[in-house]
């Protein structure tokens, strides 16, 4: 069964500094691909950041970056120089990559959420 | 070039009455997905549609709830005889042919049941 943690319910962080987003993910798909989102209090859902598993380098968008560690299963969220507009909820998400021929490729896993706020 | 639209954005609804979430996928997209959000939860899987067929509907509750997806029209979320268990956030996505990786997210409706 496919599954992602977030271990880090909450946290507390000064602005400008960078923070670092916990997330692990169980699978047994030999394909897939891991997102980050993040959920302002508004509560739309933002999409940050897609690693593929075979992608060969880490993902980066600006102030983004995620940090993929295979063989450990684990896909942190890096964000660089904090902005008070960074607080947030963050979900790490996955879904296998079969192809578009598989409904199950649809589903998206998402973790339970990490609620980031940042201090000025 | 609008997003994925949600409507409405807040419902409130007695126990017992029925729940018509609506959405209208991004231009060019012909598959649409909900999830659902209970507090302080991540989102759950609940159904997959293209137009006029529901491709898996897995994380659907067996009673209660239905999805479709018109040829004309947006795709409806109905939960019948709601309960006060239902109350979420309901999220639509949606994405090209192809592309189900690439799913974009409407700002999901805010369901209530007093």
């Known amino acids: 069964a496919q599954k992602i943690t977030q271990t880090q319910p909450g946290m507390f962080v000064q602005e400008k500094e960078a923070v670092t987003l916990d997330c692990t993910y169980d699978?047994?798909?030999?394909?897939?691909?891991l997102f980050w989102y993040k959920q302002p209090s508004s509560g739309e859902m933002i999409f940050l950041i897609y690693?593929?598993?075979?992608d060969q380098q880490n993902a980066t968008e600006g102030r983004y970056s995620l940090n993929f560690q295979k063989a450990r299963k684990s896909a942190n969220l890096v964000i660089s120089a904090s902005q008070l507009g960074d607080s947030a909820m963050y979900f790490c998400?996955?879904?296998?990559?079969w192809g578009e021929g598989y409904s199950s490729a649809s589903k998206i896993i998402f973790g339970s959420g990490t609620r980031l706020s940042i201090r000025p | 070039n609008a997003g994925v639209m949600q409507n409405p954005r807040h419902l409130v609804r007695r126990r017992g009455q029925e729940a018509r979430l609506r959405c209208s996928p991004m231009?060019?997209?012909?598959?649409v997905y909900w999830y659902r959000q209970l507090p302080e939860e991540g989102l759950k899987f609940m159904v997959y549609?293209?137009?006029?067929?529901?491709?898996?509907e897995s994380g659907m509750p067996k009673e209660r709830f239905s999805a479709e997806f018109p040829k004309e029209g947006p795709s409806i979320l109905r939960i019948q005889q709601v309960v006060r268990g239902d109350s979420a956030a309901y999220f639509c996505?949606?994405?090209?042919?192809?592309?189900?990786?690439?799913?974009?997210f409407g700002p999901g409706t805010r369901l209530t049941v007093t």
């Open positions: 998400a996955m879904r296998p990559t």
């Open positions: 549609l293209q137009k006029e067929n529901i491709i898996d």
């Open positions: 996505a949606s994405s090209r042919p192809g592309q189900v990786y690439e799913q974009y």
């Open positions: 690693q593929g598993s075979y």
């Open positions: 699978t047994s798909d030999p394909s897939y691909g």
């Open positions: 231009k060019g997209h012909s598959h």
